[in-house]
């Protein structure tokens, strides 16, 4: 019978769609179970086949949940704000919610046509202001919020100002920017603005100056993974490390507790590893450092060797370090702002991962050593970050090699402190250099009797103390752009105030060009009704601002990271105008129990999604500390792209067995102007492609162009890119699923190729052929044989136990192993057939709908009960026992597995054959093994 997969996919998702087959209850009675796939970014290129990978995974997964009885979440949205639609507004014109919508159409037609099992009536958007408004308000909980250190948890700030009423700061323990020290009556007689001033030192999302990532040709501030190179990966415009005040978010109030909490959960260890690497905590003392000639100022530095403080022998700061300016001598000022000026062209990332090459400028000041009185020379160098620690490091250049690199070139003494730990060997770069520095402190002790003790000696001087340090940062939250969420805050006196709740959304105004303003305000800075009025509690013309009722609004805009840092616990409750989620709902779905995404998310949106679950369970609002209980990170699927060779400074393209003879520049081609599957270029087709290539020129091997071939990663940029609709449309969409799974591990990268495809649609081919004879559909009712239930059975064991370990690619293999046996006895058994449906539902669920409506059933095969293994079934009747004469192999002998040694002896020995051997003699020893061999010693 002819398997039409294109009618029989448009018949099974138009009737999901009417049924609403995967619409999500909200009833409580059945177990739950919550599947989620990373937010995806609408791009206007649509997906390719890379994109769907671990969907289908997901979509595998919750299909045979819900086969297992279990109420199962599969929700469906997109992150919708982001740089890329605003700079499509700014060179079209476009409103960027037009192009958006427009992507979102495309994914959604792309989705639906490979049957996902989305419920879509769940789906969000974070640029629907029925969304971003409850984003609005956990940002204005966040700002109203302060960390407790005694309770270890955020708290509202109406306790800390209660604190503050009755106490001051006095036995005080909050996560602040900056430690101050006031009594409850100076609180008490202090200004609105000087308390408000006080509170944004505590609050969880506050503003203060910050050294950003900031792009002039795009006007706006850049997180650290959207610069690459110095520049930006949108445009490839230069970056520059620039101060400006700005929102940022207290995470690094939750460092511990974001550490702690990796322990509970199932992830792969690589990416727990990158979070721990991104939080690193570690050990040691802060130490103040007097400055010579700057009697009241210190140089401050945290250091996890303390023990190596008498090695130290000159200072470091970060550039943008605020001590730069003020202890710069005249005589190095020059030196000094060029080399600032140099180190704003990089980003931290660049600093943190160029190791190799130091440099710096010395700024004419000396520090003194606390234990020795050294004077020690203070420079300033990009290897050092204002944003770890405290901006400045003590160099111990024979045990550091980054300081003995500076140390180097800059020709400073390097010292080697004695060894304090016969078990840890510290590197000696240069021994020849070395002077060793025995002290009285530290001869003879351990390593960490040796760091207990200095820090017992630096506490006592009161020159610092032992503390624990983090390497994370407060977030920025400020992004100056047009397409992102607006930030609920009004300005009155030059203090940051939240609009009241009942104000929300704060929506975006409309504005006539997405480009920063005149003056250099942020985008929003060109709308003309976006004020606030504080008495009408309203948002007004912006011409009525007159700083007493009317005040100006925030221009800055949220990160792309504000919307996906919640996304998960809206879907629970998409629709709900009164709060974020139902805190029943919440409860009951709990923690997403599987995320599947890209290890490219490591840090960014998983550390602020746990730190933004962790905030709202701290306030009473969810119950769950973690929000994704087990993760995985799928791999990428590769395209083989395709290179013409040009030879270098003409337009002339020679084949690829022939390019070494010439100087060449090698250039991506379009796949798809390749001759069918093969290597060669359709040389007409490629100067059709682009007016550049139209007059090119061809060196050719045997008539021919031979384009070169190579595996890299799926991208436009590569022209390599291969698409779903053609392959659902010629393979069909259970074709994509089941070959997307069986091309090998889902957390491997494997490359793609479409000659694969036919092996996997040869199988659904056979699969639906099991069920006709002929042109005609016919299943017997027929009592399968025990061994039809064993391949069955066989099945169920093996797919149960792949699907439970995500190994999706030998599940596939199963199937057509299956089916090959049962077409090889032509099996038509509906106590066969109809379970065999079921288990391959979950892949290439079109095909199984359509023959379980031919077995008879009106319902969706969606919830049919997975089938049960019968151990049984695979027990094995009989076995071929191996029978050795004096440890030789003469022959076999099926006997019953159920037998007794004793048993199989006698039958053993009533065999003809085995009387044969045996020659009349009577055997000395018979020893069986069961299910083994049966040795006879003559």
């Given at each position: 019978?002819?398997?039409?997969?294109?009618?029989?996919?448009?018949?099974?998702?138009?009737?999901?769609?009417?049924?609403?087959?995967?619409?999500?209850?909200?009833?409580?009675?059945?177990?739950?179970?919550?599947?989620?796939?990373?937010?995806?970014?609408?791009?206007?290129?649509?997906?390719?086949?890379?994109?769907?990978?671990?969907?289908?995974?997901?979509?595998?997964?919750?299909?045979?949940?819900?086969?297992?009885?279990?109420?199962?979440?599969?929700?469906?949205?997109?992150?919708?704000?982001?740089?890329?639609?605003?700079?499509?507004?700014?060179?079209?014109?476009?409103?960027?919610?037009?192009?958006?919508?427009?992507?979102?159409?495309?994914?959604?037609?792309?989705?639906?046509?490979?049957?996902?099992?989305?419920?879509?009536?769940?789906?969000?958007?974070?640029?629907?202001?029925?969304?971003?408004?409850?984003?609005?308000?956990?940002?204005?909980?966040?700002?109203?919020?302060?960390?407790?250190?005694?309770?270890?948890?955020?708290?509202?700030?109406?306790?800390?100002?209660?604190?503050?009423?009755?106490?001051?700061?006095?036995?005080?323990?909050?996560?602040?920017?900056?430690?101050?020290?006031?009594?409850?009556?100076?609180?008490?007689?202090?200004?609105?603005?000087?308390?408000?001033?006080?509170?944004?030192?505590?609050?969880?999302?506050?503003?203060?100056?910050?050294?950003?990532?900031?792009?002039?040709?795009?006007?706006?501030?850049?997180?650290?993974?959207?610069?690459?190179?110095?520049?930006?990966?949108?445009?490839?415009?230069?970056?520059?490390?620039?101060?400006?005040?700005?929102?940022?978010?207290?995470?690094?109030?939750?460092?511990?507790?974001?550490?702690?909490?990796?322990?509970?959960?199932?992830?792969?260890?690589?990416?727990?590893?990158?979070?721990?690497?991104?939080?690193?905590?570690?050990?040691?003392?802060?130490?103040?450092?007097?400055?010579?000639?700057?009697?009241?100022?210190?140089?401050?530095?945290?250091?996890?060797?303390?023990?190596?403080?008498?090695?130290?022998?000159?200072?470091?700061?970060?550039?943008?370090?605020?001590?730069?300016?003020?202890?710069?001598?005249?005589?190095?000022?020059?030196?000094?702002?060029?080399?600032?000026?140099?180190?704003?062209?990089?980003?931290?990332?660049?600093?943190?991962?160029?190791?190799?090459?130091?440099?710096?400028?010395?700024?004419?000041?000396?520090?003194?050593?606390?234990?020795?009185?050294?004077?020690?020379?203070?420079?300033?160098?990009?290897?050092?970050?204002?944003?770890?620690?405290?901006?400045?490091?003590?160099?111990?250049?024979?045990?550091?090699?980054?300081?003995?690199?500076?140390?180097?070139?800059?020709?400073?003494?390097?010292?080697?402190?004695?060894?304090?730990?016969?078990?840890?060997?510290?590197?000696?770069?240069?021994?020849?250099?070395?002077?060793?520095?025995?002290?009285?402190?530290?001869?003879?002790l351990k390593y960490d009797e040796a760091k207990a003790l200095i820090i017992s000696a630096?506490?006592?001087?009161?020159?610092?103390?032992?503390?624990?340090?983090?390497?994370?940062?407060?977030?920025?939250?400020?992004?100056?752009?047009?397409?992102?969420?607006?930030?609920?805050?009004?300005?009155?006196?030059?203090?940051?105030?939240?609009?009241?709740?009942?104000?929300?959304?704060?929506?975006?105004?409309?504005?006539?060009?997405?480009?920063?303003?005149?003056?250099?305000?942020?985008?929003?800075?060109?709308?003309?009704?976006?004020?606030?009025?504080?008495?009408?509690?309203?948002?007004?013309?912006?011409?009525?601002?007159?700083?007493?009722?009317?005040?100006?609004?925030?221009?800055?805009?949220?990160?792309?990271?504000?919307?996906?840092?919640?996304?998960?616990?809206?879907?629970?409750?998409?629709?709900?105008?009164?709060?974020?989620?139902?805190?029943?709902?919440?409860?009951?779905?709990?923690?997403?129990?599987?995320?599947?995404?890209?290890?490219?998310?490591?840090?960014?949106?998983?550390?602020?999604?746990?730190?933004?679950?962790?905030?709202?369970?701290?306030?009473?609002?969810?119950?769950?500390?973690?929000?994704?209980?087990?993760?995985?990170?799928?791999?990428?699927?590769?395209?083989?792209?395709?290179?013409?060779?040009?030879?270098?400074?003409?337009?002339?393209?020679?084949?690829?067995?022939?390019?070494?003879?010439?100087?060449?520049?090698?250039?991506?081609?379009?796949?798809?102007?390749?001759?069918?599957?093969?290597?060669?270029?359709?040389?007409?087709?490629?100067?059709?492609?682009?007016?550049?290539?139209?007059?090119?020129?061809?060196?050719?091997?045997?008539?021919?162009?031979?384009?070169?071939?190579?595996?890299?990663?799926?991208?436009?940029?590569?022209?390599?890119?291969?698409?779903?609709?053609?392959?659902?449309?010629?393979?069909?969409?259970?074709?994509?699923?089941?070959?997307?799974?069986?091309?090998?591990?889902?957390?491997?990268s494997k490359p793609w190729n479409t000659q694969g495809l036919s092996g996997v649609y040869?199988?659904?081919?056979?699969?639906?052929?099991?069920?006709?004879?002929?042109?005609?559909?016919?299943?017997?009712?027929?009592?399968?044989?025990?061994?039809?239930?064993?391949?069955?059975?066989?099945?169920?064991?093996?797919?149960?136990?792949?699907?439970?370990?995500?190994?999706?690619?030998?599940?596939?293999?199963?199937?057509?192993?299956?089916?090959?046996?049962?077409?090889?006895?032509?099996?038509?058994?509906?106590?066969?057939?109809?379970?065999?449906?079921?288990?391959?539902?979950?892949?290439?669920?079109?095909?199984?709908?359509?023959?379980?409506?031919?077995?008879?059933?009106?319902?969706?095969?969606?919830?049919?009960?997975?089938?049960?293994?019968?151990?049984?079934?695979?027990?094995?009747?009989?076995?071929?026992?191996?029978?050795?004469?004096?440890?030789?192999?003469?022959?076999?002998?099926?006997?019953?597995?159920?037998?007794?040694?004793?048993?199989?002896?006698?039958?053993?020995?009533?065999?003809?054959?085995?009387?044969?051997?045996?020659?009349?003699?009577?055997?000395?020893?018979?020893?069986?093994?069961?299910?083994?061999?049966?040795?006879?010693?003559?």
């Amino acid at each position: 019978m002819f398997y039409d997969h294109q009618q029989i996919e448009k018949k099974w998702q138009k009737y999901w769609e009417e049924n609403q087959t995967y619409k999500t209850s909200d009833s409580t009675d059945k177990p739950k179970f919550y599947v989620l796939d990373m937010f995806p970014y609408p791009s206007g290129a649509g997906l390719h086949v890379g994109h769907p990978l671990g969907y289908i995974a997901s979509d595998i997964y919750a299909r045979y949940k819900r086969h297992q009885g279990f109420n199962v979440l599969h929700p469906v949205g997109y992150d919708s704000f982001g740089l890329p639609a605003e700079q499509y507004a700014i060179q079209t014109g476009q409103h960027p919610a037009v192009t958006t919508e427009q992507n979102i159409t495309r994914y959604e037609e792309q989705l639906r046509k490979i049957g996902f099992s989305f419920d879509w009536s769940r789906e969000v958007r974070t640029s629907d202001p029925s969304y971003y408004k409850w984003t609005q308000w956990i940002f204005i909980e966040l700002f109203h919020s302060w960390y407790n250190k005694n309770t270890d948890k955020a708290e509202p700030i109406s306790k800390l100002i209660k604190h503050f009423e009755d106490k001051g700061t006095q036995d005080l323990h909050a996560n602040q920017t900056e430690e101050l020290h006031f009594t409850a009556e100076e609180w008490n007689t202090a200004s609105e603005i000087d308390k408000e001033d006080i509170l944004l030192n505590y609050r969880l999302a506050y503003r203060a100056e910050t050294t950003v990532n900031w792009c002039p040709a795009l006007g706006t501030v850049l997180a650290n993974d959207e610069v690459k190179d110095g520049k930006s990966e949108r445009g490839g415009f230069p970056v520059f490390q620039k101060k400006m005040m700005q929102w940022s978010m207290r995470i690094s109030a939750y460092s511990e507790r974001l550490l702690q909490g990796l322990k509970t959960l199932d992830w792969p260890q690589p990416l727990k590893d990158s979070q721990e690497y991104w939080i690193g905590k570690s050990q040691g003392a802060q130490v103040k450092f007097e400055i010579e000639g700057h009697p009241d100022e210190t140089i401050e530095v945290f250091t996890t060797r303390p023990d190596t403080i008498f090695g130290a022998t000159f200072m470091v700061l970060a550039p943008e370090n605020p001590l730069v300016e003020t202890i710069t001598t005249p005589e190095q000022k020059a030196e000094v702002d060029s080399y600032i000026e140099e180190t704003s062209k990089k980003t931290e990332r660049d600093r943190m991962a160029d190791v190799k090459n130091v440099s710096g400028a010395f700024t004419g000041s000396y520090a003194l050593n606390p234990f020795s009185n050294e004077r020690m020379p203070v420079y300033i160098s990009d290897y050092v970050l204002m944003g770890y620690g405290t901006g400045a490091v003590m160099a111990v250049p024979a045990h550091d090699e980054r300081d003995h690199r500076f140390a180097k070139k800059f020709n400073l003494e390097i010292k080697k402190v004695v060894e304090t730990d016969e078990d840890i060997q510290e590197k000696s770069f240069d021994s020849k250099d070395s002077v060793c520095v025995n002290s009285d402190f530290l001869n003879g002790l351990k390593y960490d009797e040796a760091k207990a003790l200095i820090i017992s000696a630096i506490e006592k001087r009161g020159i610092g103390h032992g503390t624990t340090n983090y390497r994370q940062r407060d977030a920025i939250f400020s992004r100056q752009r047009y397409w992102g969420e607006p930030v609920p805050i009004y300005y009155k006196d030059g203090m940051p105030y939240t609009l009241p709740t009942s104000a929300l959304p704060l929506e975006l105004p409309e504005v006539e060009k997405y480009l920063p303003t005149e003056d250099g305000d942020p985008p929003l800075g060109n709308a003309k009704t976006f004020a606030w009025d504080e008495a009408n509690q309203k948002v007004v013309d912006t011409n009525l601002i007159d700083d007493k009722t009317v005040f100006p609004l925030e221009l800055s805009t949220m990160p792309g990271w504000a919307g996906s840092s919640w996304y998960f616990l809206r879907y629970m409750d998409p629709h709900d105008e009164n709060v974020f989620v139902k805190k029943d709902l919440a409860d009951y779905w709990g923690q997403v129990d599987l995320y599947i995404g890209g290890s490219e998310h490591a840090t960014g949106h998983l550390l602020y999604s746990r730190f933004w679950n962790m905030f709202l369970k701290d306030r009473g609002y969810i119950d769950h500390n973690e929000p994704f209980q087990k993760l995985i990170n799928q791999g990428m699927i590769l395209g083989m792209s395709a290179f013409v060779y040009r030879i270098e400074g003409t337009n002339q393209y020679v084949s690829k067995n022939l390019a070494k003879e010439f100087q060449t520049q090698q250039i991506h081609v379009d796949v798809s102007l390749l001759k069918g599957t093969s290597d060669e270029l359709d040389t007409e087709a490629f100067k059709a492609w682009r007016p550049d290539y139209t007059d090119a020129e061809f060196i050719l091997e045997d008539g021919k162009y031979i384009t070169g071939r190579e595996v890299e990663k799926m991208s436009k940029s590569k022209y390599n890119v291969v698409n779903p609709d053609d392959i659902c449309e010629e393979y069909g969409a259970d074709g994509l699923r089941l070959y997307e799974m069986f091309l090998g591990p889902l957390e491997q990268s494997k490359p793609w190729n479409t000659q694969g495809l036919s092996g996997v649609y040869g199988f659904l081919k056979k699969f639906w052929n099991l069920y006709f004879n002929g042109e005609v559909f016919e299943v017997s009712e027929e009592e399968p044989t025990k061994a039809e239930y064993k391949i069955l059975h066989t099945l169920i064991k093996k797919v149960v136990y792949d699907i439970e370990n995500f190994s999706f690619n030998t599940s596939v293999s199963s199937f057509m192993i299956a089916v090959n046996e049962l077409q090889k006895i032509k099996c038509n058994k509906r106590n066969i057939l109809e379970p065999l449906s079921v288990i391959i539902s979950p892949y290439a669920p079109h095909i199984c709908e359509e023959l379980w409506s031919l077995l008879g059933h009106t319902a969706s095969i969606e919830f049919e009960k997975f089938p049960v293994l019968n151990e049984d079934y695979l027990v094995e009747d009989e076995f071929a026992y191996p029978i050795s004469i004096n440890g030789k192999t003469k022959h076999k002998l099926s006997l019953s597995a159920q037998l007794s040694p004793k048993e199989v002896e006698d039958l053993v020995l009533q065999d003809e054959k085995v009387q044969q051997f045996l020659e009349g003699k009577a055997p000395k020893k018979i020893i069986v093994v069961p299910g083994r061999i049966v040795n006879i010693v003559i």
